[in-house]
């Protein structure tokens, strides 16, 4: 055998310091350390759906269906967290007579925030299943349409309920459950001109519930949920609109997407689904490139039931894809994923030790605030300072500092 000479020596030891120093980083990147758990006040009585930013007044809104937060019963499905302060409040217009769940939030380019679910009204007026909250002067406006035959749908749509909202240029896009109405392009997914005040069909729309909305960089809206035709195209539960065309994007996933996510040139897909494309196992997250389905590290399961639900999906200033839900276990070795994963050299990474602490708890809803990942859901998190079943039901993730 060759000698080794200690020149040659130091740079191999120099090169096995290289390649491990990644993991070690990597490892140290996802302790526990990184969860902020401490919110004054926790929510309670039921689950959060979703969190949304306010860019006008910094303020976090957290929308679901949960009877309190910090034990006011004024604030009702939803409430809104100051972080510089790390208080509670409570949104103007809602009190504990607001018994309607409210699923789904997003700003528009000036500022307001449009909030949808299941209610017929909301901060006192009639509103259907979609209302506007001016943050500037606090008051509350429904999306209404006086050229609607029916008048109870004057302002949005009745029966069903809103999943999500989603703005591109002039219009407000809701998709959702089955909307009543007699026209079947109206029925899960229908758009508001903001310039006409007038409601408005996507096209012919798609055949099936709508769970989620995103938009890129060109103004292509892209539609994920429960549906096989989009526009009278086969589309395997998730398609394009690109303001005047459905399409659909390959062949699909086999089975519901409940979360799209656009960012840095791809779209990701998240939900119930075994395969993308037909036969690239990637269980319940995927991503889109533009022209071709690739897998995440085959995906993600849940031991507990043939399951493998991620509900949502969120990507940080970095670019990191984090994704939360009821799961528990990385497909392609068995490795723990407490409900919540971050996608790191091309392997789902558990965040610490997760969040949650049985089968009957999980993520539904999350939001990237640069660094800081929000986390939302129904959930319990061990800690030292507090009882293992006491309901947070909010936590938020940044691997670039610790709390």
């Known amino acids: 055998m060759k000698k080794l000479t200690l020149p040659t020596i130091i740079l191999l030891l120099l090169l096995s310091f290289a390649c491990e120093k990644p993991d070690d980083s990597i490892s140290a990147t996802l302790s526990n350390d990184h969860w902020f758990l401490d919110f004054n006040g926790t929510i309670d009585g039921g689950e959060v759906f979703e969190v949304v930013k306010s860019s006008s007044d910094n303020k976090i809104y957290v929308c679901g269906a949960f009877l309190h937060a910090d034990n006011n019963w004024d604030m009702k499905n939803l409430a809104r967290w100051i972080p510089s302060s790390n208080e509670w409040e409570q949104v103007p217009g809602i009190d504990e007579s607001h018994s309607n769940f409210i699923r789904c939030g997003v700003e528009d380019s000036e500022g307001n925030l449009y909030f949808g679910g299941d209610f017929s009204q909301i901060g006192g007026i009639v509103?259907?299943?979609?209302?506007?909250?001016?943050?500037?002067?606090?008051?509350?406006?429904?999306?209404?349409?006086?050229?609607?035959?029916?008048?109870?749908?004057?302002?949005g749509p009745t029966g069903g309920g809103v999943y999500d909202i989603e703005i591109v240029g002039d219009y407000v896009y809701i998709g959702g459950g089955h909307f009543n109405t007699d026209s079947a392009a109206l029925k899960y997914i229908r758009r508001f001109n903001i310039s006409t005040k007038k409601w408005?069909?996507?096209?012919?729309?798609?055949?099936?519930?709508?769970?989620s909305l995103t938009t890129d960089s060109n103004g292509n809206l892209y539609v994920g949920g429960e549906f096989t035709e989009a526009g009278g195209v086969s589309a395997n539960y998730v398609a394009k609109w690109d303001g005047e065309n459905w399409s659909a994007l390959a062949s699909g996933c086999d089975n519901y997407v409940l979360?799209?996510?656009?960012?840095?040139?791809?779209?990701?897909?998240?939900?119930?689904?075994?395969?993308?494309?037909?036969?690239?196992?990637?269980?319940?997250?995927?991503?889109?490139?533009g022209t071709s389905w690739e897998a995440m590290s085959m995906g993600v399961y849940a031991s507990w039931s043939n399951n493998y639900t991620v509900q949502d999906i969120a990507v940080d200033s970095d670019g990191m894809v984090y994704i939360g839900g009821f799961f528990d276990k990385k497909y392609s070795?068995?490795?723990?994923?407490?409900?919540?994963?971050?996608?790191v050299d091309g392997e789902w990474r558990q965040l610490g030790e997760g969040l949650a602490n049985s089968s009957?708890?999980?993520?539904?809803?999350?939001y990237a605030d640069g660094k800081d990942v929000y986390f939302a859901?129904?959930?319990g998190v061990t800690d030292e300072n507090v009882s293992i079943n006491k309901r947070f039901n909010i936590a938020i993730w940044n691997d670039t500092k610790s709390y």
């Open 200 to 211: 408005e069909a996507v096209g012919t729309g798609v055949n099936g519930h709508v769970r």
């Open 127 to 155: 509103a259907g299943r979609i209302g506007k909250f001016n943050v500037q002067t606090e008051t509350w406006e429904n999306l209404r349409d006086i050229d609607f035959y029916d008048e109870e749908q004057q302002r």
């Open 377 to 379: 859901g129904y959930f």
């Open 259 to 289: 979360t799209l996510e656009y960012a840095n040139g791809n779209l990701y897909a998240g939900g119930s689904f075994k395969f993308v494309n037909g036969d690239i196992r990637s269980q319940g997250v995927a991503k889109w490139t």
């Open 333 to 343: 070795d068995d490795q723990p994923l407490n409900h919540v994963a971050v996608f």
């Open 360 to 366: 009957s708890q999980g993520i539904m809803g999350m």
